[in-house]
């Protein structure tokens, strides 16, 4: 019995140590972070999807703080661009890609699986940064669509490439009016 008290008191002392040994590294090797970054971060949509040319929100929100466009994040669209333009006083861009009156809005798409295909690897839940791919390891896979922001993280790591992107078909609640700027005549 009183073997494994002195073994108890060792490891609780040993615990104690190594408690106070962390806790010291902790206040001394504590790296600070930019606050604008962290704001930044805040905002994007943290699908880690690396459509803006980042391999993360982080980076990309370390790369705004820089000096770089405000407006590389497809998956946070219109409403994170206006957040970000308000927080860094600039002016509010369209989405990359979509400058220009001969240049088409980007199609927004989804993954979709071909499920009698799928052998149920479970590599494409791995990579998909928002979870919306659902199922177990060697039964078939899917695809919440409503959750998907149309990365194409997932497709390379398929092995029997049986994913593909498709464009989001409106729904009677997503269905929005496409309205045309009339010209306005000046009166003099």
Not at 56 to 83: F, L, M, R, S
Not at 157 to 181: E, F, G, H, N, S
């Amino acid at each position: 019995m009183t073997i494994l008290i002195y073994s108890l008191l060792a490891l609780g002392i040993i615990a104690l140590i190594f408690g106070a040994i962390l806790g010291y590294a902790n206040i001394k090797f504590k790296v600070e972070s930019d606050p604008l970054v962290d704001q930044i971060d805040e905002i994007l949509p943290q699908t880690q999807c690396g459509q803006c040319g980042y391999p993360g929100c982080k980076p990309y929100a370390e790369a705004i703080a820089n000096g770089d466009d405000i407006n590389k994040c497809p998956p946070g669209g219109d409403a994170t661009i206006q957040k970000l333009a308000d927080m860094m006083g600039v002016e509010a861009k369209p989405l990359a890609g979509t400058e220009g009156d001969d240049v088409q809005e980007p199609v927004k798409t989804v993954a979709y699986i071909r499920e009698d295909e799928c052998i149920g690897c479970t590599k494409c839940i791995q990579a998909c940064p928002v979870d919306a791919i659902v199922g177990a390891a060697k039964h078939m896979h899917t695809v919440i669509e409503d959750e998907c922001t149309g990365c194409d993280l997932c497709v390379e790591p398929c092995p029997v490439d049986c994913i593909d992107m498709l464009p989001v078909q409106p729904k009677p609640d997503t269905w929005r009016w496409q309205l045309q700027a009339i010209p306005v005549k000046q009166i003099n």
